[in-house]
T-cell receptor, first 112, second 115 residues
Framework: GDSVTQMEGPVTLSEEAFLTINCTYT??????LFWYVQYPGEGLQLLLK?????DKGSNKGFEATYRKETTSFHLEKGSVQVSDSAVYFC???????????FGTGTRLQVFP | NAGVTQTPKFQVLKTGQSMTLQCAQD?????MYWYRQDPGMGLRLIYY???????DKGEVPNGYNVSRLNKREFSLRLESAAPSQTSVYFC??????????????FGPGTRLTVL
């Protein structure tokens, strides 16, 4: 079945460092891809999305490109802030049902 | 516009007790979902409802039942709680219009502990 694999955390960075969180997927057909973020004590929020190959999703300085050839959707940010500390989830969805399949999540800790 | 709301926020049960987790959305969404979040396992779909009056099993439905009471409300029931059901439960909703991309909106979660 469809699945999502993302790098284990925690990822620990100093403020203003470059961030990459790797995500790869296995799916039949052409899924949509997402990054969700979960701040401490809260539910998940959509961070960015891409619905077809070569699309780049971006939001709040974060970016990810839908790479069909490598089945990847890596999350990047050029300069992280302490406020970016959260758990980041990569996910894919079946267009017909909107069901989401999540990766296991990657905790990001940013220190001043 | 409250989005997706869940009650209660926290609950402690003893093994064998029953309870119902409530979820409501005020965005006129067609689809609603229940997930559980466990350390190291991400979120896993328990049940979902594509529209009022329909429900389907997700990845981990055993030990749970659901009711789509109306378009707004989707409840999750544990008939006989087990320690393995200790988890954080999230409800979500989406439009489910196949012509466009549909974002899922999540509630704040219910933290359940079964002793």
């Amino acid at each position: 079945g469809d699945s999502v694999t993302q790098m284990e955390g925690p990822v620990t960075l100093s403020e203003e460092a470059f961030l990459t969180i790797n995500c790869t997927y296995t799916a039949t057909g052409y899924p949509s891809l997402f990054w969700y973020v979960q701040y401490p004590g809260e539910g998940l929020q959509l961070l960015l999305k891409a619905t077809k190959a070569d699309d780049k999703g971006s939001n709040k300085g974060f970016e990810a490109t839908y790479r069909k050839e490598t089945t990847s959707f890596h999350l990047e940010k050029g300069s992280v802030q302490v406020s970016d500390s959260a758990v980041y989830f990569c996910a894919l969805s079946d267009r017909n049902t909107d069901k989401l399949i999540f990766g296991t999540g990657t905790r990001l800790q940013v220190f001043p | 516009n409250a989005g997706v709301t869940q009650t209660p926020k926290f609950q402690v049960l003893k093994t064998g007790q029953s309870m119902t987790l409530q979820c409501a959305q005020d965005m006129n969404h067609n689809s609603m979902y229940w997930y559980r979040q466990d350390p190291g396992m991400g979120l896993r779909l328990i049940y979902y409802s594509a529209s009022e009056g329909t429900t389907d099993k997700g990845e981990v439905p055993n030990g749970y039942n659901v009711s789509r009471l109306n378009k707004r409300e989707f409840s999750l029931r544990l008939e006989s709680a087990a320690p393995s059901q200790t988890s954080v439960y999230f409800c979500a909703s989406s439009v489910l219009d196949r012509a466009i991309y549909n974002e899922q909106f999540f509630g704040p979660g219910t933290r359940l502990t079964v002793l």
